[in-house]
């Protein structure tokens, strides 16, 4: 009942799964909830100090179910990691709206739900909502219309949490990662786009999963304890000005 927990949505891998493994180490339970319940028990089935639930974050009463779960499990949540999302590119004239509302429903709604659900558990320990959106909610880019909306309606989806939620003691800030180097990025970036981002990126490489993973840590930690309604940047520096010419660039 004194251990501070944590539930980390699409914990099967990548970020989520970086970021349920950084909590574990520093001595968190953590409820890690994915809808691909394969990957997921996989990946549980190594880690101590876990609960796994199977739930799709775009579902209200799968939602319900899984929050009940976790704090009658738990006996507290501390903090709520809204990392569950979908990408889907292409350009405007060819998303239909139904591709459009996919996006939506997992990127926008599961925020949404997941959140409204936990807001009277962290009320009650004071606890922090960390949301992840993206690089492509702070800065347009082509072929994202449903992506980069989602995200950025998730950044403000986060102030809005830190306005009604702080008189509360409960903080909600957002991430929003640059290009990481997942093994799905990597299998769908030609060495030409991999080229172009080391080009735009001051720090002129990918990140990785841990590197945005210790960004989520710390947000849910006492250490940020007067840190809320912000998006902090874990890119590189990707959202900066321009860097100059690649052709100048060691």
Same mark, same amino acid.
């Given at each position: 009942?004194?251990?501070?927990?944590?539930?980390?949505?699409?914990?099967?891998?990548?970020?989520?799964?970086?970021?349920?493994?950084?909590?574990?180490?520093?001595?968190?339970?953590?409820?890690?909830?994915?809808?691909? =319940?394969?990957?997921?028990?996989?990946?549980?089935?190594?880690?101590?100090?876990?609960?796994?639930?199977?739930?799709?974050?775009?579902?209200?009463?799968?939602?319900?179910?899984?929050?009940?779960?976790?704090?009658?499990?738990?006996?507290?949540? @501390?903090?709520?990691?809204?990392?569950?999302?979908?990408?889907? *590119? =292409?350009?405007?004239?060819?998303?239909?709206?139904?591709?459009?509302?996919?996006?939506?429903?997992?990127?926008?709604?599961?925020?949404?739900?997941?959140?409204?659900?936990?807001?009277?558990?962290?009320?009650?320990?004071?606890?922090?909502?960390?949301?992840?959106?993206?690089?492509?909610?702070?800065?347009?880019?082509?072929?994202?219309?449903?992506?980069?909306?989602?995200?950025?309606?998730?950044?403000?989806?986060?102030?809005?949490?830190?306005?009604?939620?702080?008189?509360?003691?409960?903080?909600?800030?957002?991430?929003?990662? #640059?290009?990481?180097?997942?093994?799905?990025?990597?299998?769908?970036?030609?060495?030409?786009?991999?080229?172009?981002?080391?080009?735009?990126?001051?720090?002129?490489?990918?990140?990785?999963?841990?590197?945005?993973?210790?960004?989520?840590? *710390?947000?849910?930690?006492?250490?940020?304890?007067?840190?809320?309604?912000?998006?902090?940047?874990? @890119? =590189?520096?990707?959202?900066?000005? #321009?860097? #100059?010419?690649?052709?100048?660039?060691?």
């Amino acid at each position: 009942m004194t251990r501070k927990t944590v539930i980390v949505t699409g914990a099967a891998r990548g970020i989520g799964l970086a970021a349920a493994k950084q909590f574990l180490a520093e001595g968190r339970q953590v409820a890690m909830i994915d809808r691909d =319940g394969e990957a997921l028990m996989a990946e549980v089935a190594q880690l101590k100090n876990v609960l796994p639930v199977v739930c799709d974050v775009s579902q209200p009463d799968q939602v319900a179910a899984m929050m009940a779960e976790c704090a009658e499990h738990f006996g507290r949540i @501390d903090a709520l990691v809204n990392n569950a999302g979908v990408a889907d *590119f =292409g350009p405007i004239e060819e998303t239909g709206f139904d591709r459009w509302r996919r996006v939506m429903e997992t990127n926008l709604d599961g925020v949404f739900l997941c959140s409204q659900a936990a807001i009277p558990h962290l009320k009650e320990t004071a606890g922090a909502i960390v949301n992840i959106a993206s690089i492509s909610g702070l800065r347009a880019s082509t072929l994202r219309v449903a992506y980069g909306t989602s995200k950025a309606a998730v950044i403000h989806l986060t102030q809005q949490q830190a306005a009604e939620l702080g008189e509360h003691g409960v903080r909600a800030n957002c991430v929003a990662p #640059g290009p990481v180097r997942t093994k799905l990025a990597m299998a769908v970036h030609s060495q030409e786009i991999i080229d172009a981002y080391h080009d735009a990126i001051p720090l002129n490489r990918y990140g990785s999963e841990d590197e945005i993973a210790s960004v989520i840590v *710390f947000l849910c930690s006492d250490k940020a304890s007067y840190v809320t309604g912000q998006t902090i940047a874990s @890119d =590189g520096g990707f959202q900066s000005t #321009g860097v #100059g010419l690649p052709a100048l660039r060691k």
